[in-house]
C-alpha cells in the first residue's frame, strides 16, 4: 500500500517570507515517482515538480525548491520569499511502480497575506 | 491540442438520478484517468484505462458507478442513483506511458457534482 502525508493543513505567511511545506511517504516499491501539485481557487491541478526515486539531488527553479530525502521518505516544498499569487493549497504525490497512478496527500493549504 | 477538458464544468441533480461525465484527454495520451476530489482532501484515486482497457478500479468504485473508454478516446464517468455523498469534484487526467515509464499527468478542470 502507499500513503502520503501532508501533516500540515494550513499555513499562513506574510509575503516575502520563506515557507516549506512538507511531505512523507510511504511505499514498498524501490522505483517510484514523487510529484508537487499546485490548485489554486479556479481548482485546476497545476504540476510543479516530477522525481524519480533513484534522483536525490535537491532541485531549485526560480523561487521553489526541493529537498528530496530518502532515508527520511521526506520530498519538502520551499517556496522562498513568497508572494501572494502563491495562495493555493499544494498537493504531494506519489506514483509506484504496481499501480501506475497518483496516490496524493489531504494537501496543504498556504495563504500569503499582503 | 488544448489539455484535458471535461464536461460539464458543474452538474447539480436530484438524488437518485443518473449522471454522466465526460472527459476528452489529450490526443497522444494512451492513458486515462478518473479521481474524486471531496472537500478539504486529496485527490483519490477510482480507477484507469490504457487504451480501451479499463485496468484497475479503486474499492471507492462502487457498482453504481460505471466507466468506459470506447475506441480509446474520450471516456464517459457514470453515477446511477446518486446519492449526497456523491458530491464531489470529479478530476481526470491522462498521461503517455512508454518504453521508460509514464512521462506525467495532465489534469482536466474537473466536474463539480451537487447532489441535492
Known amino acids: 500500500a502507499q500513503k502520503v502525508t501532508q501533516a500540515q493543513t494550513e499555513i499562513s505567511v506574510v509575503e516575502k517570507e520563506d515557507v516549506t511545506l512538507d511531505c512523507v511517504y510511504e511505499?514498498?516499491?524501490?522505483?517510484?515517482?514523487l510529484f508537487w501539485y499546485k490548485q489554486p481557487p479556479s481548482g485546476e491541478l497545476v504540476f510543479l515538480i516530477r522525481?524519480?526515486?533513484?534522483?536525490?539531488q535537491n532541485e531549485i527553479s526560480g523561487r521553489y525548491s526541493w529537498n528530496f530525502q530518502k532515508s527520511t521518505s521526506s520530498f519538502n516544498f520551499t517556496i522562498t520569499a513568497s508572494q501572494v499569487v502563491d495562495s493555493a493549497v499544494y498537493f504531494c504525490?506519489?506514483?509506484?511502480?504496481?499501480?501506475?497512478?497518483?496516490?496524493f496527500g489531504s494537501g496543504t493549504r498556504l495563504q500569503v497575506q499582503p | 491540442d488544448t489539455g484535458v477538458s471535461q464536461d460539464p464544468r458543474h452538474k447539480i441533480t436530484k438524488r437518485g438520478q443518473n449522471v454522466t461525465f465526460r472527459c476528452d484527454p489529450i490526443?497522444?495520451?494512451?492513458?486515462l484517468y478518473w479521481y474524486r476530489q471531496t472537500l478539504g482532501q486529496g485527490p483519490e484515486f477510482l480507477t484507469y484505462?490504457?487504451?480501451?482497457?479499463?485496468?484497475?478500479k479503486s474499492r471507492l468504485l462502487s457498482d453504481r458507478f460505471s466507466a468506459e473508454r470506447p475506441k480509446g478516446s474520450f471516456s464517459t464517468l457514470e453515477i446511477q442513483r446518486t446519492e449526497q455523498g456523491d458530491s464531489a469534484m470529479y478530476l481526470c487526467?491522462?498521461?503517455?506511458?512508454?518504453?521508460?515509464?509514464?512521462?506525467?499527468?495532465?489534469f482536466g478542470s474537473g466536474t463539480r457534482l451537487t447532489v441535492v
Open positions: 504525490a506519489l506514483e509506484g511502480t504496481g499501480r501506475r497512478a497518483l496516490t
Open positions: 522525481r524519480n526515486s533513484f534522483d536525490e
Open positions: 484505462f490504457q487504451n480501451e482497457a479499463q485496468l484497475e
Open positions: 490526443s497522444e495520451h494512451n492513458r
Open positions: 511505499t514498498r516499491d524501490t522505483t517510484y515517482y
Open positions: 487526467a491522462s498521461s503517455f506511458i512508454g518504453e521508460w515509464g509514464n512521462y506525467g499527468y495532465t
